[in-house]
Every structure is written in structure tokens, then in C-alpha cells.
């Protein structure tokens, strides 16, 4: 009896990438080498929905069915990869606004660590920005989710800024809200300067930031009066 032939790869479909040239297949595979791998799959420009589950497994080094260890599809896996960017940056601004002395050093502070890491070239910060504006509705709501969270952090921040040096503040949770869109809408614009043009954009965001300061302790609602 003739031993059985090895069963080969299949065929790429049409539209999937070429193949990256492997080393074998890993026995075990942990749930961070599949998101670095989905990562340098993404690169600067592909989003995350267009990622197939086998280019991923390949990239990883594993066979398809181990995927299934961790994640249930590739949407799932792009979800981990937006909350993982959203932890990260979160950490970034956390550790930098320890040493905030104001109400504007704060949000500069936020803006900085929103922007630093884009002129460092960090993907997964990149991948996030893209994938919060132009990506499929359930990565953008991903992205929001994580929105949340810094609007959140950047809200008690504020309410404590204002405590300490006896400022009323309208609305705290609008101004943070405020704050964090317009944050991350122009890290995005910034996505396509050249760098000798994001200071500019980072001065202009800074006098957006304070304007919606200015505005918050200034402002009355419904139950006062204007200011």
C-alpha cells in the first residue's frame, strides 16, 4: 500500500496577499504573537477588516485551526488590537499627567502623548486613529468605547484641577468629552502632515483646547445665568 501524499496548502484566494516566507509551524501559539502578527500584517495603510484568518495564522506560524485557540475570528482579533492601543495610550497619558500642575498643563499633557507617539511612528497608535475614523462600524465603536474611557480619566482630572484652585466648572464631563474629540480628531488629521507641519496643528489644538476651558468656566446652564 503506498503511503498517503501530504496534504499541500490551499490555494491563496484572488484577492489575499502573497505568501511571507515561513519558518515551519509553531506548536503553540500565545494570544500576543497572533495581534503583533495581525499588526505587521496591517502595516500603515491596510485596515484590520480586510484581514484574513489564514494570512494571519500564516504570519504567526501556525496552522488555521490554533487560531480558534484564542480567537473566534479575525473581527475579534482586531477588536484586542484596538483595545491593546487603547490601554497603551491611556498608560502613556496616565503616567504623563501625574505631573500636570493645572487645568491646561493637563490637557496639554493629553495632547502631547496623543501626538508624540505618531511622530515616533507607532503603528498600533496609528492603527487606532484609522480605524476610529474609516473603519468597519464595529472597529469604530471599539474605538469609542475606548474614547470613553480617556474622556473618563480626563474628567475626574479636571474636577480635581478645579477643586484645588477653587475654579467652578460647567459641565465637566461635556468640557472632557469635548476635549478628547477634538484631540482625536486632529491627531488624525495629523496622519497625513508631513512633520514639519504638526507643530502648527499642535499649537492650533492647544488654542481649540482652551477655548472649550475658558468656555466650561464661563458657562451657565439652563438653571443660571450666562456669564
Do not use: C
Amino acid at each position: 500500500m503506498k503511503p498517503a501524499k501530504p496534504l499541500s496548502e490551499p490555494t491563496p484566494l484572488a484577492n489575499e496577499p502573497p505568501e511571507r516566507p515561513r519558518t515551519g509551524r509553531k506548536a503553540t501559539i500565545t494570544r500576543e504573537a497572533l495581534l503583533e502578527a495581525a499588526l505587521a500584517i496591517a502595516g500603515p495603510d491596510r485596515g484590520l477588516s480586510s484581514l484574513t484568518l489564514r494570512e494571519v495564522a500564516r504570519e504567526a506560524g501556525i496552522a488555521p485551526n490554533s487560531f480558534y485557540r484564542h480567537f473566534h475570528d479575525t473581527n475579534e482579533l482586531s477588536v484586542a488590537l484596538i483595545e491593546q492601543a487603547g490601554a497603551s495610550l491611556r498608560r502613556i497619558i496616565r503616567e504623563a499627567r501625574v505631573r500636570a500642575v493645572s487645568e491646561r498643563s493637563v490637557v496639554r499633557t493629553s495632547l502631547q502623548a496623543f501626538m508624540e507617539p505618531i511622530a515616533e511612528n507607532d503603528q498600533l497608535l496609528k492603527l487606532f486613529l484609522r480605524e476610529g475614523s474609516v473603519g468597519a462600524p464595529e472597529l469604530r465603536t471599539a474605538v469609542e468605547r475606548q474614547l470613553v474611557f480617556f474622556e473618563d480619566e480626563l474628567e475626574t482630572d479636571l474636577r480635581r484641577f478645579a477643586e484645588l484652585r477653587n475654579h467652578r466648572l460647567e459641565e465637566p464631563h461635556l468640557a472632557a468629552r469635548a476635549t478628547t474629540r477634538i484631540v482625536f480628531a486632529m491627531a488624525t488629521r495629523s496622519l497625513d502632515l508631513a512633520p514639519s507641519e504638526r507643530g502648527k496643528l499642535v499649537d492650533e489644538t492647544i488654542v481649540m483646547l482652551r477655548m472649550v476651558l475658558l468656555g466650561a468656566r464661563a458657562f451657565r446652564s439652563q438653571h443660571g445665568q450666562p456669564g
